[in-house]
């Protein structure tokens, strides 16, 4: 197909028209400060504010309790460290799960080298968290649980209202990256029961840069960005207007079209499914069948390689994404397919393509027709039969 | 990141397959750090006489597999016992650093095979 056919929304979304309209003019006349005194900069103010509002309507919550930062890896950081740095006296422990993306793990790991003790919650074949693992974990040590909203490689959504009520009871933290739902599907914070609550404007139409961390009232943090005293000085920096105004366009869209589109995605995506398994030998479909992202397609192709599928479906101009070791910066394959028991030989053939507001039911079909047969050539090459290992 | 060559022998490679009752194989890589390659030759005074290979990774494990069996074909065996890891990628217009270790499983491998088809006949060592 001539038409470039991008199935990687889960990585990044192209920006709405009415996104960047919005933004035009905090990148051109409207450059003011928003923490400046003069009219130039009170008029940013206000436009930052009103975007405050519409995106803690859209969760339910205060606009107070709504802090902006550079993206979603900050507003995870930030509520990780913040927290548990302002709870040293309570305790040391934190409780997350293996397949949290890296923007949760890393600070996990970088605390657990400073003496911070992490458990990591047993998730199963589908990658669930059970709330009875976490009341199980939780110590009169235990500061924050953060288990992610829905996960990006396999697409499925936890618990989170049932984890929830284990952490109020408990009285500890609950955190989660609802990165990947926030727009997609229902994100209330009450209906949720989270203390905090990562999201990320690039994941739904909006432009890169810009996220923000939902703090619920009364949940003690210290800053990680220490600086102007931005955020009624919780996180300082000069704002980005125009991303954060952007940010909101993006949200009042996602509210007119969110249910729809879910609805649509939901078709795409089983039929997509569908469409490998029946044409497609030996596939693994990676996830949880029902509880899964509307967008995700996620599924391992026994004995052909990621990077050369990737490679393969980019030469017919199709993008999407790979758990293989040889896609990754290291040389491990995807830690999400792992912990969910994957074999590590069979998760280097793993494919994730995820859709959006462009995917049409024709591109799908474009990909279920030259899928197979690009399995079939790299299977046929490959060295994998029950002659492996006996020398003639 | 790759090469115009690499994406040439990505798409079409060279010699894909298995040499009938071949002379020697070799095997290397392994299933969990995600590339295998068996190549197996065919000898014939000395030389190599037919070289096919089947691999198992990505694409740069797919074009050094194509480029050492375009490079070891009709060599004597003594020359295609020393192609290193920087003949393969210089024949290839060069390799992402972080992908180097696949041409190395591709010299190792024609090696293995000549290793192999030594040890079977030892008399025509040398």
């Known amino acids: ?24 003019p905090y990148l051109t006349d409207e450059f003011g400060n928003p923490s400046s005194l003069y009219t130039l900069g009170r008029r940013n103010r206000g436009v930052i504010e009103e975007a405050r509002e519409r995106i803690a309507a859209f969760l339910g919550a205060d606009p107070r309790e709504i802090i902006f930062t550079s993206g979603g890896t900050e507003a995870d950081n930030f509520a990780v460290k913040g927290t548990v740095y302002a709870n040293e006296k309570k305790g040391n422990h934190i409780i997350t799960t293996p397949i949290e993306h890296h923007a949760v793990l890393a600070p996990c790991h970088y605390l ?42 396999i697409g499925t959504i936890e618990p989170i209202g049932e984890i929830s009520k284990v952490t109020r009871d408990k009285k500890v933290l609950f955190h989660t990256d609802a990165v ?36 619920r009232k009364g949940t ?21 207007v125009a991303g954060i105004v952007g940010f909101a366009k993006a949200v009042e869209l996602a509210e007119e079209e969110m249910d729809a589109e879910a609805k649509r995605l939901i078709e795409l995506r089983d039929y997509l499914i569908a469409g490998i398994v029946e044409r497609v030998e030996d596939v693994r ?13 996620s599924v391992c192709l026994n ?36 912990a969910i028991g994957v074999p590590p030989e069979v998760a280097h053939s793993s494919l994730r393509l995820t859709f959006g507001g462009t995917t049409t039911k024709a591109e799908i079909d474009y990909v279920l027709e030259v899928l197979p047969p690009i399995i079939t050539k790299l299977r046929a090459m490959s060295p994998l039969d029950a002659s492996w290992g006996k020398k003639c | 990141m790759y090469t115009e060559k690499v994406m040439e022998h990505f798409r079409n490679p060279r010699n ?3 040499v009938e009752n071949p002379d020697g194989v070799g095997e290397v890589g392994n299933p969990t750090c995600g590339d295998m390659m068996r190549i197996t030759i065919k000898v014939k005074d000395d030389k190599i006489d037919d070289i096919k290979f089947k691999t198992l990774g990505c694409g740069a494990a797919i074009a050094t597999s194509s480029m050492v069996t375009e490079l070891a ?7 295609a016992e020393k192609i290193s890891r920087q003949d393969i990628a210089d024949a290839l217009d060069g390799l992402p650093p972080q992908k180097m270790h696949c041409s190395v499983l591709a010299a190792d491998g024609l090696r293995e095979a000549i290793t192999d088809y030594r040890s079977k006949h030892p008399a025509e060592e040398g």
Do not use: W
């Open chain 1, 285 to 297: 479909v990676n996830g949880h069948p029902e509880k899964r992202l509307p967008n995700n397609v």
């Open chain 2, 16 to 18: 894909v397959g298995e």
């Open chain 1, 1 to 24: 197909m001539e038409k470039s056919i991008y199935m990687d929304y889960a990585a990044t979304t192209p920006m709405r028209r009415e996104v960047l309209d919005a933004m035009m």
């Open chain 1, 220 to 240: 003690k943090m210290v800053p990680i960005m220490h600086g102007g005293g931005q955020e009624h000085n919780r996180r300082g920096g000069t704002h980005n």
């Open chain 2, 73 to 79: 074909q009709g060599m004597s065996l003594g020359d």
């Open chain 1, 303 to 338: 004995g052909a390689e990621g990077e050369a599928i990737l490679l393969s479906l980019d030469m017919e101009n199709i993008s999407c994404s790979s758990g293989s070791a040889c896609t990754s910066g290291t040389l491990d394959p995807s830690h999400v397919l792992l």
């Open chain 1, 112 to 153: 657990e080298k400073r003496g911070f003790d992490v458990t990591y919650l047993p998730v199963d074949e589908y990658g669930l968290v059970e709330a009875a693992d976490v009341a199980k974990a939780i110590t009169d040590k235990t500061v924050l649980v953060s288990v992610m909203h829905a996960n990006n490689e």
């Open chain 1, 180 to 215: 990947q739902t926030f727009g997609h599907i229902p994100t209330k914070v009450d209906v949720l029961g989270v203390d905090l609550l990562s999201i990320s404007a690039h994941k739904l139409y909006g432009p890169k840069g810009v996220g923000a961390l939902y703090v």
